[in-house]
């Protein structure tokens, strides 16, 4: 019902000087809870209560740390309750850990209370007597249980009051919280966060219960360092070599294979770079980074950097990255520096589909207990706490899936309160009183969900570090979300998963096999002509980050040749640079339409290579530097601060500005740094860029000389930007001819086979799993099929998976018509020839007297194909549309005006200035895709004739795309 520093903020409010916080279970809250307390000034407690079970008997006991040792000891407590099961630890399990922790027996729900209630006095006495050997033990009484029989146990007295919400008026929405998770009505009592003075009021005669709790705050001293990192070392097998002298060596060897001119430049830049990385102790962690690569490497396993990484010369000599940080103006102050605070971020892409393997590694690498996944803390959003609410309320189902589909669909996009105010449907019964309570729910933390692709590496074994439970998609997390784990100094490392990287090497290696060619997907060129000329046109489904009809527009106008004029592209096409003017000032300014401006002669090298705008967030240090005589490090401070709204930072660094600029005589100074707190709203890493152009200039290499291999990759993965439609209506426009999928010829994936045929691949028909697809594959491998019973028969898959194979056309090999395929299998069943029959020789008949049934219709082929691939193969002639055209002669006609009959088969809505909505289209006549727009009086007439087939008419802009002034349904 609180955060954090809810707690804190009332803590004080109420006169406080120390405060606890007691997850049950866990320590979720911790690092943001003594982070707050410390920002007020008060003395935070860190405990957590913990759940106990022995001989039919259940409850917490209540357990807050006095050190670093009590810590410890705590977080493995909880680890093991969690990784046991969640089945309540036994009494004596605490005793191993009671070092540094100090024990209360628990309020109403306590064990001990519990077991004296249930009339188990003796054996209470027994556990309490063994917990007072070990720990600094005392009895916990409060204003709303019984205290008598815990009197009994002859223990110190603490007076506690639980807060279960901070303030009295509370008390319903927790009330109904608890009936939301069905944990029923609580006792009667007051559970706000009391003040001293209620404490005294209700405990005065027991003025040593009161002294008590004091007693416990003073011995609580334990204090969470934050911020230091606590790395783990780099093992080096059986090699005894000094770890700096082996990362040494890696720099110097990859310098000889990189830089054989031994370029000063570049010698210097190492030397920088190893000082700093030494100095700051992060050897091992970028020799943990060089070991993961390396084992990628071995195992085949694409990867690339992300992020500021691939501004590190040194990682490029290590081999993580691959492009030069010289050759590229990549700034390693973005990356890493002296006065940066916590560890840089190696954050490495691998293929989607083997990154597991590379987490696995680091786990037999490190062991088990020193790596795990990093959670998310999921707070309730407005469409859960609706329905959440309405649980609460008995609310019919229908009645919360109304409420809950007028809230937005995502978090963060409005509350549950803006929502309410814009739309009268929340005025009445009992949609109101529904939207009210809802407001109480949002926000609070809900469930621990999965990290995408964070892993901690520990020094010590994590569950000394970091409380760990099981996720509920079953690997192990820590309690502690990303920021968390990053605070207490774990090493934390993203390994993401990149479905292009795979794409990539798939068709590198369909291409090897099919041409006998020798390619290296990380060697092919940057600077090839054919490339940039495919990425000129457009032309770029299914290359990485160039696909969205936007970036498509840009690439036409931008026409890019050199890797520099990729990473631009980028960068530009994103909603900063858009709504700022920076993407059409710097594509005229590229072209000579626009003069290329500076503030400061100054600035004129630093800018040039982007035509005076400021694009990148390394060019935001070094403007700073260079204007101002900031050092790189400071100046990242300051782009940091700027990025992230951060006042206190940027108030003291603009000053620092200010009188740096002022020491060197510059001119327009305001004007510099209004630029620069400009840009921090829109500024792209430059080394992420980079990697990702040099992954889509790589994959254009391949797409303009095989397009149909490629294209075939790309449908194989799966799960694209677009539908498959989209990517298959590429390939056509490129020469292929597609193919139905065939039991006999079709493989996993997509093939190409003899005179560019596109064979569609058995796992992309709906209705047939990944284990049906493997019993196909692995019998085809006796011999072909030659029947449907034959085929049945050996590969045993379901009568649903049969129908499916049979209606989209994948068994027409057999040479008999679908409907007398969906006979045959009716008749197999009516005769109990299925599994487990009792006549399994007729299994085995043949039946020669099949009916004379006609084959399906071509509309009714094209539906099942649809309804089974998601597009339609078979071809519809259909009459042509007086006064329209074809996608292709729109391509290649020199004229303005056109109108083309076409499916939307890509939509992307987007706000102006002026808060008018208007679309961005991708339309398609089944044969080749148009990019087109809707402005917004276009948008306001024709929004609702987007669905099916329909006659686009409008103008052709010099990007080749459709002006859209007119929409109407398809005669």
């Known amino acids: 019902m609180f955060s954090p520093t809810d707690l804190v903020e009332e803590a004080v409010a109420r006169g406080h000087r120390a405060i606890a916080l007691t997850d049950r279970n866990a320590l979720y809250g911790m690092v943001p809870f003594v982070e707050a307390a410390r920002k007020a000034g008060i003395k935070p407690i860190v405990g957590a209560t913990i759940f106990l079970e022995r001989a039919g008997a259940s409850g917490q006991v209540l357990l807050l740390v006095r050190d670093e040792i009590g810590y410890r000891n705590l977080s493995r407590l909880l680890t093991r309750f969690h990784l046991g099961g969640r089945i309540g630890l036994a009494p004596s399990d605490l005793l191993p850990a009671a070092e540094g922790l100090i024990l209360l027996t628990g309020g109403k729900d306590g064990f001990l209370p519990r077991l004296l209630a249930a009339g188990r006095e003796e054996e209470g006495k027994n556990i309490f007597s063994l917990w007072q050997e070990a720990f600094r033990c005392f009895v916990q009484i409060g204003p709303w249980w019984p205290v008598s029989p815990l009197l009994r146990l002859a223990g110190s007295l603490v007076a506690v009051q639980e807060a279960c919400y901070l303030r009295p008026e509370d008390a319903k929405s927790w009330e109904r919280l608890q009936a939301g998770h069905g944990l029923g009505h609580s006792a009667p009592g007051p559970r706000h966060l009391a003040s001293d003075e209620e404490m005294t009021r209700l405990w005065g005669e027991i003025p040593q219960a009161l002294a008590n709790t004091a007693e416990i705050a003073d011995n609580c001293c334990f204090e969470p360092i934050f911020g230091v990192p606590k790395l783990p070392v780099f093992r080096n097998g059986e090699n005894k070599e000094d770890n700096f002298l082996l990362f040494r060596r890696l720099c110097e060897e990859g310098f000889e294979k990189r830089y054989p001119a031994r370029r000063s430049e570049a010698r210097l830049r190492m030397e920088l770079e190893i000082s700093v990385i030494r100095d700051m102790g992060f050897v091992d962690y970028f020799l943990i980074a060089w070991d993961l690569v390396s084992f990628a490497k071995r195992e085949g396993i694409p990867h690339m950097p992300r992020g500021s990484a691939a501004g590190s010369l040194v990682l490029y000599l290590l081999g ?227 696909e969205s009809d936007g970036v498509q527009s840009l690439l036409r106008q931008f026409r890019p040749t050199t890797l520099e004029d990729v990473t631009a592209v980028t960068s530009l096409y994103r909603p900063g640079p858009i709504d700022g003017g920076i993407t059409p000032s710097y594509v005229a300014r590229r072209h000579g339409k626009e003069k290329v401006v500076t503030l400061d002669p100054c600035l004129d090298e630093t800018l040039a290579h982007t035509y005076g705008c400021i694009l990148y967030q390394e060019q935001c240090l070094q403007v700073a530097a260079v204007f101002a005589g900031m050092g790189l490090g400071e100046a990242d401070n300051l782009r940091r601060g700027i990025s992230k709204r951060r006042p206190e930072e940027i108030s003291f660094l603009r000053d620092r500005f200010f009188a740096g600029a002022e020491k060197l005589k510059r001119k327009n100074v305001e004007q510099v740094w209004n630029l620069l707190s400009h840009f921090g709203g829109y500024g792209f890493v430059k080394a992420h860029a980079a990697s990702c152009a040099a992954l889509a200039i790589r994959e254009a290499y391949v797409k303009a000389r095989w397009p149909i291999e490629y294209l075939s990759a790309v449908l194989s993965a799966g799960m694209g930007y677009y539908p498959p439609r989209v990517y298959v209506e590429d390939a056509l426009s490129f020469g292929a001819h597609l193919a139905l999928p065939c039991i006999n010829r079709s493989q996993s994936g997509y093939t190409v086979e003899k005179e560019n045929i596109l064979r569609i691949g058995l796992a992309h028909i709906g209705g ?31 009568r649903l998976e049969l129908e499916a194979l049979i209606t989209v056309g994948a068994c027409e090999d057999f040479g008999v018509s679908r409907p007398v395929l969906l006979w045959q299998l009716e008749r197999k069943k009516a005769l109990g020839c299925g599994q487990g029959s009792l006549f399994p020789e007729l299994a085995l008949a043949v039946p020669s007297d099949f009916p004379d049934l006609p084959d399906y219709s071509v509309p009714l082929r094209r539906s099942s194909e649809v309804e089974r691939l998601g597009f339609a193969v078979t071809e519809e002639r259909r009459e042509k549309v007086v006064g329209t055209t074809t996608i292709a002669e729109v391509k290649k006609s020199k004229a303005s005006f056109f109108s083309v009959v076409a499916e939307v088969v890509g939509r992307r809505s987007h706000r102006t200035k002026q808060g008018e909505k208007m679309a961005f289209l991708t339309l398609s006549d089944g044969l080749e895709q148009l990019p087109a727009i809707l402005f917004p009086e276009a948008y306001r007439k024709f929004s609702g004739l987007l669905r099916g087939r329909n006659v686009f008419s409008g103008k052709l802009n010099e990007e080749k795309l459709l002006i859209v002034n007119a929409v109407e349904a398809c005669p």
């Not at 019919?396 to 309410?420: C, F, L, N, Q, Y």
């Open 320 to 546: 993580i990255s691959q492009i030069c940080p010289l050759d590229n103006r990549l700034c390693f102050e973005r990356f890493l520096n002296p006065e940066r605070k916590g560890l840089p971020d190696i954050d490495i892409d691998f293929d989607w589909r083997r990154r597991d393997e590379v987490v696995d590694y680091c786990c037999r690498t490190f062991g088990e207990d020193h790596v795990a996944r990093i959670a998310t803390h999921q707070h309730l959003g407005p469409r859960g706490a609706i329905r959440l609410a309405g649980a609460v309320l008995g609310l019919e189902e229908s009645v919360i899936d109304e409420a809950a589909r007028k809230m937005p669909g995502w978090a963060g996009s409005a509350t549950i309160a803006e929502t309410v105010a814009k739309n009268p449907f929340f005025e009445r019964e009992p949609y109101k009183n529904l939207s009210e309570v809802a407001q109480s729910f949002e926000g609070i933390p809900d469930h621990l969900g999965l990290h995408p692709c964070g892993i901690v590496v520990g020094r010590e074994p994590l569950a000394e570090m970091v409380p760990l439970e099981v996720s509920a998609k079953g690997p192990i997390v820590t309690q502690f979300e990303m920021k968390a784990v990053e605070a207490v100094g774990l090493l934390k490392m993203d390994l993401l998963g990149n479905r292009n990287l795979a794409i990539l090497k798939d068709a590198v290696e369909l291409i090897e096999k099919k041409f006998d060619l020798s390619l290296v997907p990380e060697d092919l060129p940057l600077d090839d002509k054919v490339s940039f000329a495919l990425l000129q046109s457009g032309r770029t489904f299914g290359i990485y980050q160039m």
């Open 768 to 798: 047939i799993g990944p284990a049906g697809v493997r019993s196909i594959l692995l019998a085809r491998k006796e011999r072909a099929f030659s029947n449907l019973e034959d085929f049945r028969r050996r590969t045993n898959l379901s």
